[in-house]
């Protein structure tokens, strides 16, 4: 009976040995990491790359972002698009205009009618009947945790008023 026992947790030991390493959980990746799991923040990926601030996004943060679709950027016109990949100073600036610091969730979002962005200028914040808005951007999904902050999924891209 102890060799049978033996040998039946044996196999158990190499079959999940053998299997494939759970999906690592949202909440246990940084803002990055989950922006490239989500799958559908490709161009803000690549911008963020392109501008070196994934590394300052991996840090222990807490950070609140405000993250534009791939479907969001497809509204940008491709000559502004263009204009900021030519110039990597306007593109960290609209970037950073998307971070906000300290961690901002959906709940707190009801207390604040603005919020300071790390490109130095402020975001409105508003709640209405139809949602809640960041400038013109409405949230499409809040609160999509990362170790290192939270995640608002918007459906506009954030560009900062001229200073």
């Known amino acids: 009976m102890k060799l049978l026992s033996a040998l039946a947790l044996g196999a158990c030991t190499l079959s999940l040995a053998a299997a494939p390493a759970p999906a690592q959980p949202t909440a246990q990746r940084n803002i990055v990491q989950t922006a490239v ?3 559908r923040f490709k161009t803000l ?3 963020v790359q392109r501008a ?3 590394g300052a996004l ?4 807490p950070y609140t972002v405000f993250a534009p679709t791939d479907a969001a950027f497809k509204r940008v016109p491709k000559t502004t698009l263009q204009a900021l990949l030519a110039d990597k100073a306007k593109l960290r600036s609209v970037l950073l205009y998307h971070v906000v610091p300290g961690e901002i969730t959906a ?4 207390k604040r009618t603005s ?3 790390l490109s130095g200028q402020r975001v409105r914040i508003r709640h209405t009947s139809g949602g809640v808005f960041v400038n013109t951007a409405k ?4 609160d999509v945790m990362a170790t290192n902050g939270v995640i608002h999924v918007i459906n506009r891209v954030l560009i900062p008023p001229a200073r």
């Open 37 to 39: 799991a989500a799958g």
């Open 45 to 47: 990926v690549m911008l």
């Open 52 to 54: 070196g601030l994934a």
């Open 58 to 61: 991996q840090r222990p943060g």
């Open 107 to 110: 709940a707190a979002t009801a």
């Open 115 to 117: 919020a300071k962005t």
């Open 139 to 142: 949230v499409v999904t809040p």
